[in-house]
């Protein structure tokens, strides 16, 4: 981050909030699986290979558009060498603009696709030589660099290289906020073990149980009295 000029890394940080946006909405809709973080996606197919091997294949699935779209992102920057930046970033464009259209029109398998290949993408934009120097779509190396530079200046030694990482997580953390507040009930690939998809509004509760109402004492009786008579009085008769 630090070699970049401030107008590059805002775009960074763009790039990190929209990256976060796009994943929680992908979260939402596929019911558990990420379009970004691949980490997520290769953890819950290890889990789902052991308990559901059929549900596997969701998490398998973004993994191959996303690195369909790393592929693709690398081989059009080294054709496009000095604005491969334009061309990615109106490629990402087109992408999310179609995927957008395709879950508005209720295809949200689709959409994960594009979406995921989209982020894949993405991660083309800051490369330098063929290697990525900035990771838009994954934080956990942002972190680790941010963490690090928190421990040098405690220890009175700062490390400028260091610097621009936690915002770029925090970047990514409004975006997903963001991605969370979108529609309330949009389709649902996958609901999860509990059978309702999360954000399904809750079903009222059950109404009581209806107790029938003691008939009423009768004129000149007490109350004591009147359960004593009714506890002698003969059932009815049928017939």
Same mark, same amino acid.
């Given at each position: 981050?630090?070699?970049?000029?401030?107008?590059?890394?805002?775009?960074?940080? +763009?790039?990190?909030?929209?990256?976060?946006?796009?994943?929680?909405?992908?979260?939402?809709?596929?019911?558990?699986?990420?379009?970004?973080?691949?980490?997520?996606?290769?953890?819950? %197919?290890?889990?789902? &290979?052991?308990?559901?091997?059929?549900?596997?294949?969701?998490?398998?699935?973004?993994?191959?558009?996303?690195?369909?779209?790393?592929?693709?992102?690398?081989?059009?920057?080294?054709?496009?060498?000095?604005?491969?930046? !334009?061309?990615? *970033?109106? *490629?990402?464009?087109? &992408?999310?603009?179609?995927?957008?259209?395709?879950?508005?029109?209720?295809?949200? %398998? #689709?959409?994960?696709?594009?979406?995921?290949?989209?982020?894949? &993408?993405?991660?083309?934009?800051?490369?330098?030589?063929?290697?990525?120097?900035?990771?838009?779509?994954?934080?956990?190396?942002?972190?680790?660099?941010?963490?690090?530079?928190?421990?040098? !200046?405690?220890?009175?030694?700062?490390?400028?290289?260091?610097?621009?990482?936690? &915002?770029?997580?925090?970047?990514?953390?409004?975006?997903?906020?963001?991605?969370?507040?979108?529609?309330?009930?949009?389709?649902?690939?996958?609901?999860?073990?509990?059978?309702?998809?999360? +954000?399904? #509004?809750?079903?009222?509760?059950?109404?009581?149980?209806?107790?029938? !109402?003691?008939? #009423?004492?009768?004129?000149? *009786?007490?109350?004591? !009295?009147?359960?004593?008579?009714?506890?002698?009085?003969?059932?009815?008769?049928? +017939?």
């Amino acid at each position: 981050m630090h070699r970049y000029d401030p107008a590059r890394q805002r775009l960074a940080l +763009g790039l990190a909030g929209l990256a976060g946006l796009v994943d929680a909405t992908g979260f939402v809709v596929a019911g558990g699986y990420f379009t970004s973080f691949m980490s997520g996606n290769t953890t819950r %197919m290890g889990v789902e &290979l052991v308990e559901r091997p059929a549900l596997a294949l969701a998490p398998l699935g973004l993994i191959g558009c996303f690195l369909i779209g790393v592929i693709g992102g690398a081989m059009i920057g080294r054709r496009s060498e000095g604005r491969h930046k !334009r061309v990615l *970033l109106g *490629l990402v464009a087109a &992408l999310l603009a179609a995927a957008a259209g395709l879950l508005a029109a209720g295809l949200p %398998m #689709p959409f994960l696709a594009l979406s995921a290949a989209a982020m894949g &993408l993405s991660n083309n934009v800051f490369a330098k030589a063929g290697e990525v120097t900035v990771g838009v779509t994954y934080m956990t190396g942002a972190l680790v660099r941010f963490g690090q530079g928190l421990a040098a !200046r405690l220890s009175g030694q700062p490390l400028p290289s260091t610097r621009g990482y936690g &915002l770029l997580w925090s970047a990514l953390a409004c975006g997903a906020a963001a991605g969370g507040c979108g529609p309330a009930a949009p389709p649902r690939v996958r609901p999860p073990p509990g059978g309702r998809p999360p +954000g399904a #509004p809750v079903p009222p509760p059950p109404p009581p149980p209806h107790w029938p !109402r003691p008939d #009423p004492p009768e004129r000149g *009786l007490s109350p004591a !009295r009147h359960r004593a008579s009714a506890s002698r009085s003969p059932p009815a008769r049928r +017939g």
